[in-house]
């Protein structure tokens, strides 16, 4: 059973920065990408970032370009995203994804991964 834990959320002012990390447990013999995704309250769920299985490969939504960061720690089966210059736009549940049928972090994008975490809350106060 693959399970996606998130955890870095909260509240902070617009400027600021949050570390998020997402921890994977279970077929940790797999190789995988894996990507994080938004959803504000009444919108659908964005895409935000995605990385591949070796971390040399990263792909950005447009709203994460130049602001965010996305990494990961194969050792720790973990996944980051660093968010700089925080806007209240960014105010959102982050969820945490991961492909265990791809080590490509393009795929993440491009359809739906098939293991998801419970969701961080992410506010950013103007």
């Known amino acids: 059973q693959v399970q996606l834990v998130e955890s870095g959320g909260g509240l902070v002012q617009a400027g600021g920065s949050l570390r998020l990390s997402c921890a994977l447990s279970?077929?940790?013999?797999?190789?995988?990408?894996m990507g994080w995704f938004r959803q504000a309250p009444g919108k659908e769920r964005e895409f935000v970032a995605a990385?591949?299985?070796?971390?040399?490969?990263?792909y950005y939504g447009n709203s994460a370009k130049a602001r965010f960061t996305i990494s990961r720690d194969n050792a720790k089966n973990t996944v980051y995203l660093q968010m700089n210059s925080l806007k209240p736009e960014d105010t959102a549940v982050y969820y945490c994804?991961?492909?265990?049928?791809?080590?490509?972090?393009?795929?993440?994008?491009?359809?739906?991964?098939?293991?998801w975490g419970q969701g961080t809350q992410v506010t950013v106060s103007s």
């Open positions: 994804a991961a492909d265990l049928t791809t080590t490509q972090a393009q795929a993440i994008a491009n359809r739906p991964p098939n293991y």
């Open positions: 990385i591949s299985w070796s971390g040399v490969m990263t």
């Open positions: 279970g077929r940790t013999s797999s190789r995988y990408a």
